[in-house]
T-cell receptor, first 109, second 116 residues
């Protein structure tokens, strides 16, 4: 059974700082998704990572995937307040996507 | 292009009643997924429908059921409601056969179910 662990679960950081969210998963997965959720809102797709070594960047967010280590990271560069949200990683196995508990990111002005 | 839509936005029921939640996928998408997001528990996979058939099911009791209609819209039914069923229920759709979408799931705004 695929299990997903994200850490940290809560992160409070100042603007302009860099930080990384980690996503570990327990068994092989053929792809991994990152989503963002604003309070009271639905989920917005950020990245789809398909293969080992995949790296994708959008603005201040960069996601990477190491399938051998079963680890994905979401790196935030020079954080701004607009990035405050909950971020979920979600690896897929056997046509089922399993979500982590999410990392609630709070960026202080 | 319209996104995934869900109705109702909010639903209040009492324990023991039944709830019906509805979802319309993005045009052209054939797969519909249902998730439960309860406070503090993250997103839990409930059901996956594709081409009118149930393809996979999460670890939920049989009183959680659903169906997919010929137009690919879907219903989630929760019978014999319990207090712990209170949650945000999210629907997502995807297009499995499309080579450029990577089975990416697009989420609707959700239905907030409150069981009193």
């Amino acid at each position: 059974e695929l299990k997903v662990e994200q850490n940290p679960l809560f992160l409070s950081m100042q603007e302009e700082k860099n930080y990384t969210i980690y996503c570990n998963y327990s068994t092989t997965s053929d792809r991994l998704y990152w989503y963002r959720q604003d309070p009271g809102k639905s989920l917005e797709s950020l990245f789809v990572l398909l293969s080992n070594g995949a790296v994708k960047q959008e603005g201040r967010l960069m996601a990477s995937l190491d399938t051998k280590a079963r680890l994905s990271t979401l790196h935030i560069t020079a954080a701004v307040h607009d990035l405050s949200a909950t971020y979920f990683c979600a690896p897929r196995r056997d046509d089922k996507i399993i979500f982590g508990k999410g990392t609630r990111l709070h960026i202080l002005p | 292009e319209a996104g995934v839509t869900q109705s109702p936005t909010h639903l209040i029921k009492t324990r023991g009643q039944q709830a019906t939640l509805r979802c319309s996928p993005i045009s052209g998408h054939t797969s519909v997924y249902w998730y439960q997001q309860a406070l503090g528990l993250g997103l839990q996979f409930l059901l996956w429908y594709d081409e009118g058939e149930e393809r996979n099911r999460g670890n939920f009791p049989p009183r959680f059921s659903g169906r997919q209609f010929p137009n690919y819209s879907s219903e989630l039914n929760v019978n014999a409601l319990e207090l712990e069923d209170s949650a945000l229920y999210l629907c997502a759709s995807s297009s499995p056969g499309h080579p450029f979408t990577y089975n990416e799931q697009f989420f609707g705004p959700g239905t907030r179910l409150t069981v009193l």
